[in-house]
Protein backbone atom coordinates (compact mmCIF):
# COMPACT_ATOMS: atom_id res chain seq x y z
CA UNK A 1 0.00 0.00 0.00
CA UNK A 2 2.58 2.75 1.01
CA UNK A 3 4.87 1.63 -1.87
CA UNK A 4 2.13 2.01 -4.49
CA UNK A 5 1.33 5.51 -2.69
CA UNK A 6 5.07 6.04 -3.18
CA UNK A 7 4.98 5.20 -6.79
CA UNK A 8 1.68 6.94 -7.78
CA UNK A 9 2.07 10.09 -5.74
CA UNK A 10 5.86 11.26 -4.82
CA UNK A 11 6.82 10.73 -8.39
CA UNK A 12 4.08 12.79 -9.78
CA UNK A 13 2.31 16.32 -9.10
CA UNK A 14 -0.84 16.37 -7.91
CA UNK A 15 -3.11 18.97 -9.00
CA UNK A 16 -6.46 20.38 -7.33
CA UNK A 17 -8.80 19.60 -10.27
CA UNK A 18 -9.36 18.11 -13.52
CA UNK A 19 -8.93 21.46 -15.35
CA UNK A 20 -5.87 22.00 -13.83
CA UNK A 21 -4.44 18.58 -14.84
CA UNK A 22 -5.55 18.92 -18.58
CA UNK A 23 -4.51 22.57 -18.84
CA UNK A 24 -0.98 21.34 -17.38
CA UNK A 25 -1.03 18.19 -20.02
CA UNK A 26 -2.12 21.26 -22.13
CA UNK A 27 1.00 23.65 -21.68
CA UNK A 28 3.32 20.49 -22.20
CA UNK A 29 1.51 20.08 -25.85
CA UNK A 30 0.67 16.81 -24.19
CA UNK A 31 -3.07 16.91 -24.51
CA UNK A 32 -4.60 13.78 -26.19
CA UNK A 33 -1.12 11.95 -25.09
CA UNK A 34 -2.07 12.49 -21.21
CA UNK A 35 -5.08 11.51 -19.45
CA UNK A 36 -6.35 12.86 -16.07
CA UNK A 37 -7.20 10.46 -12.98
CA UNK A 38 -8.19 11.41 -9.39
CA UNK A 39 -5.93 10.01 -7.23
CA UNK A 40 -7.47 7.82 -4.46
CA UNK A 41 -4.78 8.15 -2.35
CA UNK A 42 -3.69 11.39 -2.34
CA UNK A 43 -7.27 12.79 -3.76
CA UNK A 44 -5.50 15.10 -5.96
CA UNK A 45 -5.59 14.39 -9.76
CA UNK A 46 -2.72 12.89 -11.57
CA UNK A 47 -1.61 12.69 -15.26
CA UNK A 48 -0.98 9.46 -16.70
CA UNK A 49 -0.58 8.20 -20.02
CA UNK A 50 -3.47 7.22 -21.92
CA UNK A 51 -3.74 3.50 -22.49
CA UNK A 52 -3.35 2.13 -25.89
ZN1 LIG B 1 -1.81 10.52 -5.62
Known sequence: ???DVA???T???GYR???EARAHAAMNGMS???F???CHYC???HLTR???
Do not use: H, Q
Open 11 to 13: SKD
Open 17 to 19: TED
Open 7 to 9: RSC
Open 43 to 45: EFW
Open 50 to 52: RPT
Open 1 to 3: MDR
Open 32 to 34: GKL
Open 36 to 38: AYR
